[in-house]
């Protein structure tokens, strides 16, 4: 199966700046069959983007996916408050899908 | 707007078999070329991806859990279900049922299991 890791594990950042969160795939992700999730405490995560780079519907235009093969990155322009949370890259190009350990973006 | 919903009990005794179903509303579990599927968190930790059925009846399961894994749907019901064998503490977590193509674009709230005795 195909491993995900996501870096940093921890990114603390202010109100306004900017996030880039890494996920890099053991071996590479067949059509960049990559989606990227946000995650609240107690909630369902969310899904933000699809095929890499396709946000889903009702996600701002301030999250944006690349990347392909082995390296993907989610950027968030401009942090709002509500932004910050756990967000998780999953692949579904492979059977099973799996998904990164997360990266937690909190408040500096 | 489709919305899923699971349901089952909270506590489960370690050995036996974990059952969950997922009523799904808004929506006909027939219609479209959906996966529907199972994904569990354990408390503090990331996600796992169970396995998956279509509407035909075919499925896939995790490798590390298909010998355990039964994932099944009822479309009289507008309902699919994830029966779990041979428990362990180890499967304690709060599981999900979603909507997927491959990507997940629709999550039910989520359920919390417990195994212990």
């Known amino acids: 199966e195909i491993v995900l890791t996501q870096s940093p594990a921890t990114l603390s950042l202010s109100p306004g700046e900017r996030a880039t969160l890494s996920c890099g795939a053991s071996?590479?992700?067949?059509?960049?069959?990559l989606a990227w999730y946000q995650q609240k405490p107690g909630l369902a995560p969310r899904l933000l983007i699809y095929?890499?780079?396709s946000r889903a519907t009702g996600i701002p235009d301030r999250f944006s996916g690349s990347g392909s093969g082995t390296d993907f990155t989610l950027t968030i322009s401009r942090l709002e408050p509500e932004d910050f949370a756990v967000y998780y890259c999953?692949?579904?190009?492979?059977?099973?899908?799996?998904f990164g350990q997360g990266t937690k973006v909190e408040i500096k | 707007q489709v919305q899923l919903q699971e349901s089952g009990p909270g506590l489960v005794k370690p050995s036996q078999t974990l059952s969950l179903t997922c009523t799904v509303s808004?929506?006909?579990?027939?219609?479209?070329?959906?996966?529907w599927s199972w994904i569990r968190q354990p408390a503090g930790k990331g996600l796992e991806w169970i396995g998956r059925?279509?509407?035909?009846?075919?499925?896939n399961y995790n490798p590390s859990l298909k010998s355990r894994v039964t994932i099944s749907v009822d479309t009289s019901k507008n309902q699919f279900s994830l029966k779990l064998s041979s428990v362990t503490a180890a499967d304690t977590a709060v599981y999900y049922c979603?909507?997927?193509?491959?990507?997940?674009?629709?999550w039910g709230q989520g359920t919390l299991v417990t195994v212990s005795s």
């Open positions: 979603a909507r997927t193509y491959g990507y997940i674009f629709e």
């Open positions: 808004g929506g006909s579990i027939s219609s479209g070329s959906y996966y």
């Open positions: 059925i279509y509407t035909s009846g075919s499925t």
């Open positions: 071996q590479s992700v067949s059509s960049s069959y």
């Open positions: 095929d890499a780079s």
């Open positions: 999953q692949q579904y190009g492979s059977s099973p899908g799996t």
